[in-house]
């Protein structure tokens, strides 16, 4: 067998003899050409053309080549294309293969556009962002046509937003839903004839939620007390009526609900662990609202540790997005949330960089994850404050750099937009 280098070679070869045979040829026409100008010479327009040879030899050259261009279209416009629609158009079989070959090209030309799925997430209010990086997430990591539209509402803390509705483009969106092959509703508030104003009932639905509109109340501690008419006291379980249900965290994966959990999506893979221990631990915490975080019993916790040993207590709150990153970038341990029994979006932002975190995760939370949790390196104790001060003591005392490295390993291989989109494309692919 010719080795495949030298068979490379000699195709290449081939390639540029041939494209010398043909240049040769133009050569040889136009020098046959020129032969033939040779017999007019003597006359009028022979001395006028071969005395200005370096100005009529290119405009003869040109002539000819613009010449040649028209008579082609031409002959394949006028001629060969009358020859060519008079056979098919008087043979029934030509014409039908015609026709089946142009749906063939059509559907070809429609694949290499379009070759995933067209999705259009729908999100009332994007609070966290949260619609925004799973759209990022599966847009960057899947071959999906992807796209969120949201309500003019701007999310309280400035993530960035993608397409508001307006009166003006809602036609515009309508007609998007219409070509989509999804539609995913990223929000507490269930659809009711319609969601945002459009109409999207007659595609396949997707719903996550993930906050205190959706969350039960009254179930035991780990039950956020949520707001007015807030939570699932306003929507019963049966208005939820997507086509596949999901939340963001596994508190809210109730059994008359859905058991999938779809977390928070970060882009984590690419950041580094950039955690250090310091000789005075900085123990930060940055609620958005304290009495949704429990701020309080933090406080306690907190208070109670630094009487034990010397450390740094930072208690931050309403700064911008970017500062708040810095904040969490430069403490020992970050301390989310202790009241709805999961933890959210600020715990993952502290986490991509390897910044231990604390948080209270419910029993609930726990069983639901069906094991996941297992090896989880989220610090997590029971709601008492001794049982949290002995905990928080017995971590600053130790290493802490394998926890470090475990909390970093955690967050990509359940939040990096890797995994998310890997999550997301098995999930919108069962529902078709």
């Known amino acids: 067998m010719v080795p495949e280098k030298i068979m490379r070679k000699f195709v290449r070869g081939k390639v540029y003899m041939d494209r010398a045979r043909m240049y040769v040829g133009y050569l040889q026409y136009f020098v046959m050409i020129f032969l033939f ?11 006028f053309f071969f005395s200005n040879l370096l100005i009529t030899g290119p405009v003869f050259i040109l002539l000819f080549v613009v010449g040649s261009l028209f008579i082609g279209y031409i002959d394949r416009k006028h001629i060969r294309g ?5 056979i098919t158009v008087t043979n029934p079989y030509f014409m039908e293969m015609r026709t089946d070959i142009k749906k063939l090209s059509k559907m070809i030309e429609e694949k290499k556009e379009r070759a995933g799925l067209k999705i259009t997430i729908l999100s009332k209010i ?3 962002g949260s619609g925004y990086k799973i759209m990022e997430a599966v847009s960057k990591h899947t071959d999906h046509d992807i796209d969120l539209f949201t309500n003019p509402h701007q999310n ?11 009166p003006e483009n809602l036609g515009e969106v309508q007609q998007r839903i219409v070509d989509s092959d999804i539609v995913h509703i990223k929000g507490d508030w269930p659809a009711k004839d319609g969601y945002l104003g459009l109409d999207i009932m007659h595609k396949p639905t ?5 906050g205190s509109f959706f969350r039960k109340k009254g179930l035991e501690e780990h039950s956020s007390s949520g707001r007015k008419n807030g939570g699932s006291g306003t929507f019963p379980m049966d208005a939820y009526m997507a086509d596949l249900k999901t939340a963001f965290t596994l508190d809210l994966c109730y059994d008359d609900y859905s058991r999938i959990w779809t977390p928070h999506p970060i882009d984590s893979m690419g950041k580094p ?3 250090k221990k310091k000789k005075v631990p900085v123990l930060l915490h940055m609620p958005s609202r304290r009495q949704t975080k429990d701020s309080n019993f933090i406080m306690d916790v907190l208070t109670e540790v630094k009487t034990h040993i010397e450390c740094e207590i930072r208690l931050i709150e309403k700064v911008s997005f970017e500062r708040s990153l810095k ?5 020992t341990i970050y301390f989310d949330q202790f009241k709805v029994g999961f933890y959210g979006n600020s715990a993952i932002e502290a986490m991509q960089h390897g ?7 419910s029993p609930e939370a726990i069983e639901r994850s069906e094991g996941k949790f297992d090896f989880c390196p989220i610090i997590n104790a029971p709601k008492n404050r001794a049982i949290w001060v002995e905990k928080i003591l017995q971590v600053l005392e130790s290493d802490m750099s394998e926890l470090s490295y475990r909390t970093k390993d955690w967050c990509n291989k359940w939040h990096s937009y890797e995994a998310i989109a890997r999550q997301w494309d098995e999930l919108y692919k069962t529902i078709l």
């Open 327 to 331: 904040e969490k970038m430069e403490c």
């Open 206 to 210: 997707v719903q996550t939620v993930g």
């Open 126 to 128: 994007d609070y966290a």
């Open 156 to 166: 309280v803390f400035g993530h960035p937003l993608k397409n508001v509705i307006t």
């Open 273 to 275: 662990n950039i955690w």
């Open 355 to 361: 910044i231990p975190t604390a948080c209270w995760i």
């Open 37 to 47: 100008m040779d017999v007019f010479k003597n006359t009028v327009f022979g001395k």
């Open 82 to 86: 009358y020859e060519y629609k008079e």
